[in-house]
Nanobody
Framework: QVQLVESGGGSVQAGGSLRLSCAAS???????MGWFREAPGKQREGVAT???????LYAASVQGRFTISRDNAKNTLYLQMNSLKPEDTAMYYC???????????????WGQGTQVTVSS
């Protein structure tokens, strides 16, 4: 069983930065870990995912602005978000998958989410 706890969300002005963290319990080193988000009135979407090393996949909307990374020794996943835009406002969820995918349907475990709000 894997449990995921996100932190680091908050409110920031457009152009600002935030760093999200996700502390995992249970063995996750052989899984893909990723970030998803869900804005009000919209479907949950994949933001970024990473394998056990450094190979990552990003949604086009965040490519070049967000960076995903993981520290396997600490069992922690990160998302560095720069040049934030109002359209990045959403609940951000940490996730664990057995597939290298940005599809929410491929996720095996979810965190409870952390809110990110970007004002213009």
């Amino acid at each position: 069983q894997v449990q995921l706890v996100e932190s680091g969300g908050g409110s920031v002005q457009a152009g600002g930065s935030l760093r999200l963290s996700c502390a995992a319990s249970g063995y996750t080193n052989s899984y893909y870990m990723g970030w998803f988000r869900e804005a009000p009135g919209k479907q949950r979407e994949g933001v970024a995912t990473i394998n056990s090393y450094t190979t990552a996949l990003y949604a086009a909307s965040v490519q070049g602005r967000f960076t995903i990374s993981r520290d396997n020794a600490k069992n922690t996943l990160y998302l560095q978000m720069n040049s934030l835009k109002p359209e990045d406002t959403a609940m951000y969820y940490c996730a664990v998958s057995r597939i290298f995918s940005l599809r929410p349907s491929d996720v095996n475990y979810w965190g409870q989410g952390t809110q990110v709000t970007v004002s213009s």
